[in-house]
Each structure stands twice: as structure tokens, then as C-alpha cells.
């Protein structure tokens, strides 16, 4: 894995030079488009913003419309565009590992939308090849995936099948995968979507492929598998020597890569990623005024959103944004030793910044005080801890000095 770190001054330029060559507004013919720069009244120039790249590309307002790694894409905006293309394929090829060019995909406005995506492409996939009705198609996942698995399946009327996790270790309980695929099978499932999590978002928990996979072939000939890296896609790959939920392994085909968790880039910079001959299945070939055609679920979309991504990375470079992770992997491992010394039972996956304490150990008000995040807030099991960024050494001293003298109290 490797893409260069660049100084402010030539991330800077790159991103000025990507706007010179879109379209301007201000200063060309432009009649037909449907779209223009920010509000003038409300977002007026000032001169700071023309010396700001992310801010001069978000009032000059491009379309990223479409996928520009499939085709040529809109030509409006071909500058920014470019640059999105650069970041989608160091997102692909040096972060998960594709074969050079083999990634179509698109900054989508967040991991929802890219996982319905996903679930989309592999839906049409079967009925196009299979003549398959949606009623035959199922999608499984483990009962620690995100939810928009469900809401994916709602929209696309294909069947979830959830699986059941140990209590201690969320690891996928592979008895119950196996009868809950007989059971499918049973009602007439024929073709499979496999939902498997890069970092689940209340445990950080991984699932394992390979065990997985090894089930699902006792039962259907015909499956994808789908990965959701929205919250562990930036740290997990950075942090483990070898990742099994990579395209490197050749089940996997498409991936989910969130910007605006851990990559904290602004809201809307979900990535949705697949290997090449796939995403053609979502092409609407009604979109016919779109250069290009459109291939995602969104429609018109933030060229300034994609290019806060491509600066962010360009601003630490492989090395440095490893360097950044293993900062948070370290916080995160010492309040894993304080806890182990005070004998507290948690969740932690030792590549990820995720620490997930049983219920029963905290107070009501250490989760108000520190908002931690329930599992389920109607019946709390679990309360997450995640260290981003923001979660300096002091704030978790306090928190450990008040959870020390919480459970002082206790005994
Ligand atoms: C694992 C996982 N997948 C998907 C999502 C959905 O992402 P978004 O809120 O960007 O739509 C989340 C959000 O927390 C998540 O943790």
C-alpha cells in the first residue's frame, strides 16, 4: 500500500488547476445546465476564499453526477472529476488491494446509500442472468450489521436473513448460518448477497470470510459478497498485516468505504466500490440527457465533497495516515488495560478503536455524562466507546477516574 504524502502548497494547486478545467459559471456560456454557483447573497466571495481549495470547489458548486470510472462521464466538470477518480482508485487499489483498473465507483452521499448499491447491483445481476424473481433472492448478514442492510432489502423487496452472533466474542454463530440457509433454501431462495462487516458499528467486530463462505457453498451455487467497510474501512486495512475482506480475496466484489467516519471528511463522502463488469447492472439507461449515463442510486452529487477526500489523503500519505491510526489504536488499547485490570467485561476487536462495555458495569449517569452509544436503547446490553480523533488522553482519564469511583462505590 503506498500513495505519497503532498505538501499544503501542491494539494493546493492540484485542486486549483482540477477547477480550472471544469466548467465556470462566472465566466462561460452556459445556458442548458440545470445548476450553478452557491447562492452569491449568502455565500459571497471573500478573498480568503479564493486562497481555500475545499472552499472555492464548494462554491463553484460541480456536479459529480454519474461514474466516472466507468465511462467518460459528464464533461462539465472533467477537472474535479479527475480528481475523484484518483482518490476511488487509491481507495480500491492501495487500500483494498485491486488489480490495476479493475474498480468502477462513486462518492455516494453516505454507507447507506452504498450498501443499497451494492444489494441493487447484485439484485439486477440475478434477475438479468438468472431470470430471477425478486422473491428468490436473499440477503445475509450478521445480527451486528449496520441496518441498512434491512432498508436496502425493504426497498429492493429481497429477503434478509439475519444471522446470530456469540455473546462474547460476535463472531458469527456458523450453526445458526447454516439452518437459517437451509431454511431459505426451503422457502425458495436460489440466489444469495452476502453482507459482511469490516468493523460493525456498535462492536467494531470483523466478520471472517472464509468460514462464512464455507457454509454458504453447502447450500447456493449462486452468491456475491458485499463488504460494509463504512466505519472500519480507513482504520481496519491499516492496522491488521493481512485483510481476508479485501479484493485481494476473489469472493469479494464489492466494498463500502465511509470518508466521513474515520477519514473525517465532511457528511455525504460515503465510497462505494466493485470490480469492473458489475456495476453496468444498475445502469438506467433512461438517464439519457446525462453524458455518460448514470450508474448510481443518488443522481446529481458534491464534486467538493470528493475532493475533501483526495486532499485529506494527499494530506497524510499512506505512511503518515497509518501513523494516525496507530495514535488511536493505542488510546484505544489503554483503556482496554484499565479495564482489564478493574476485571470489566468488553468487546474489543484489537485492530479497531472500538471498545464495548456490557451494560451492567456502567452507571446511567457515566453514559449520560460521556454519551456513550447503547446497542439498543430499549433494552441496553452493551455501551460503545469509540475513539476518533477527538478522544484525547485527557478525556479518557476523566472518563476512567469517574468509572474507577463508580465502581469504588459499588464495592
Ligand atoms: C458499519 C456501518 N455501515 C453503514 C453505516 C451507514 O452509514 P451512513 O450513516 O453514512 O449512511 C454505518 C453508520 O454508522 C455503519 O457503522
Redesign the pocket.
Known sequence: MHWPKLSKEDITTKVFDALHDNLNYSTESILGLPGTYLDKEQFYDSPFIKEAAFLSVMMNNPNHIGCHTHSEGEMYFAGTQKIEIELLRICAEEILGAQKGDFDGYVAP????A?IQAQWMYRNYFVAHYNANTSEIGVVFSEDA?Y?VYKGANLLNIKPITVKVNHNDRAVDLKDLESQLAKAKENGIKYLIIHL?M???IFGSVDEPKSFLEVVKNHFQHYFVHV?A??GGFIYPFSVEENELSFLNPEISSV?I?A??MLQAPYGT?IFLCRKGLIENVQTPEAAYVYGSDFTLCGSRSGANAVSIWMILMTYGSEGWKQEIQHLLNRTSYICEELNALNVKYFRNPAMNIVTIEAEYLSKDLVKKYFLVADNYQNPKWYKIVVMDHVKNNLIENFLHDFKEYRKVLN
Open positions: 453516505g454507507g447507506t446509500e450498501n449496520h441498512s462487516s468493523g460493525t458499528t460494509d463504512a466505519f463500502t465511509d466521513h467516519k460515503g
